[in-house]
């Protein structure tokens, strides 16, 4: 009898708000990072085998792939930031009234998109 | 552990179509899930054409009429319809409330009806909230003050009487608990937020003697902390209340007191 009884839908059914999607993308975001910095480490390992094998890497960078890659882990390491802080002023016991938590999502959201484009113009300008 | 698939016994399969039979123009359709345990089927979705023309303002109001005209084999809990005894809590356009003070004009196109989120099914929207009850227990919801005399009365100051507005309101409906994430993947260990709001309750509760026992006792990793402010139980709650911030004052609490 006990494991007849079905489980009701959670998460398939449950709808998403500002708060929950930059809790969850907090999370993505974390996950990638992590591997990112690890690709970063095993990139800067690279440049020890030769100045052949970084131009192979480089060239990689340069592609379209390796640019969408590039503003991608842009994207987020800024979300990931914006986001921490947005979790430290709740830990502080701040902005938790909904419409507070639903225009600081917001600004995690907006701002970190408006801030890759910003470190991507300002990359363009300087290279 | 994070299960996001249901499981198999679990998936929700097509059900019953029950046609309008009153011939009006102002129909809705109202998607209801349904399980009935004397079957060995899974549960389904049944769909009602109601009239809207002869309905009251509330999705309870919609599953009355449902029950007393179209399909009285229909299961759901309700008693008092005016939001105080939570007993009608349930997913409704895919948040969580009481049937009785949600206005079905706040949901737009169809009317998905659905039991409280990760629960064990008893009967349709009948919910299994035995584990939730047992946390709540667990955390011992009544004064302690063994010290002070049982037979003249305990005075509070107005100022720590108001330290429990926004706590003493829960009617324990499980809205909260059962929209949280971290409940649905940990219910088994973290307390959730209907629990954690009750624990900060008597935490701060001036009267009550026992404060640095009730602190310890929620001050562990999986009872307390896995609450990420993802603030499905803020926006969940139908009495207005913020256990999001009750959680993160007893954060606080633990992180400057001196136990």
Redesign the interface.
């Known amino acids: 009898m006990e494991n007849k009884e079905p489980l009701s839908p959670h998460i398939q059914i449950y709808r998403w708000h500002i708060s929950s999607l930059v809790s969850i993308s907090h999370r993505i975001t974390g996950i990638v990072n992590i591997v990112a910095i690890t690709l970063i480490c095993l990139w800067a390992s690279l440049l020890l085998l030769g100045e052949s094998k970084y131009e192979t890497i480089e060239f990689f960078l340069n592609s379209f792939l390796g640019k969408f890659i590039i503003l991608g882990l842009t994207w987020s390491f800024l979300f990931q930031i914006l986001s921490e802080i947005r979790h430290l002023i709740m830990d502080f016991g701040y902005g938790f009234e909904l419409q507070t938590s639903k225009i600081t999502g917001l600004i995690v959201i907006i701002g970190s998109i408006v801030l890759t484009i910003t470190f991507y113009l300002i990359g363009k300008n300087f290279i | 552990m994070v299960q996001?698939n249901?499981?198999e016994?679990?998936k929700?399969k097509k059900g019953n179509y029950f046609k309008d039979k009153t011939g009006s123009k102002n129909l809705r359709k109202v998607n209801i899930?349904r399980?009935d345990?004397s079957t060995e089927e899974?549960?389904r979705i049944d769909t009602y054409e109601v009239d809207m023309n002869n309905c009251p303002s509330k999705v309870l109001d919609i599953l009355n009429k449902i029950k007393n005209e179209l399909d009285p084999t229909i299961a759901y809990r309700r008693s008092c319809a005016h939001g105080v005894c939570g007993s009608c809590a349930m997913?409704m356009?895919?948040?969580n409330g009481l049937a009785c003070t949600t206005p079905h004009a706040d949901i737009d196109g169809d009317i998905?009806i659905?039991?409280?989120?990760?629960?064990?099914?008893?009967r349709d929207l009948i919910?299994?909230l035995d584990g939730l009850y047992r946390q709540y227990q667990s955390i011992e919801p009544w004064l302690k003050s063994n010290s002070k005399s049982e037979t003249s009365e305990i005075i509070q100051s107005k100022e720590d009487r108001k330290k429990l507005d926004g706590a003493y309101e829960c009617i324990m409906c499980a809205c909260c608990s059962t929209?949280c994430?971290s409940y649905?993947w940990n219910g088994d260990k973290y307390l959730g937020p209907a629990v954690l709001l009750q624990a900060y309750r008597w935490i701060v509760d001036s009267r009550d003697e026992e404060r640095e026992a009730r602190l310890k006792k929620v001050a562990d990793e999986l009872k307390l902390y896995r609450c990420?402010?993802?603030?499905?139980c803020?926006?969940a709650c139908p009495k207005g209340l913020?256990p999001?911030?009750a959680i993160?004052?007893i954060?606080?609490m633990l992180a400057t007191a001196n136990l």
């Not at chain 2, 659905?114 to 008893?122: A, G």
């Not at chain 2, 990420?228 to 499905?232: F, Q």
Request: proline share 14%; glycine share 6%.
């Open positions: 996001i249901l499981p016994n679990s929700v899930y399980w345990p899974n549960p997913n356009g895919g948040k998905d659905y039991p409280l989120p990760h629960l064990k099914v008893k919910g299994d929209s994430p649905w990420h402010t993802i603030l499905n803020t926006s913020n999001a911030k993160a004052e954060k606080k």
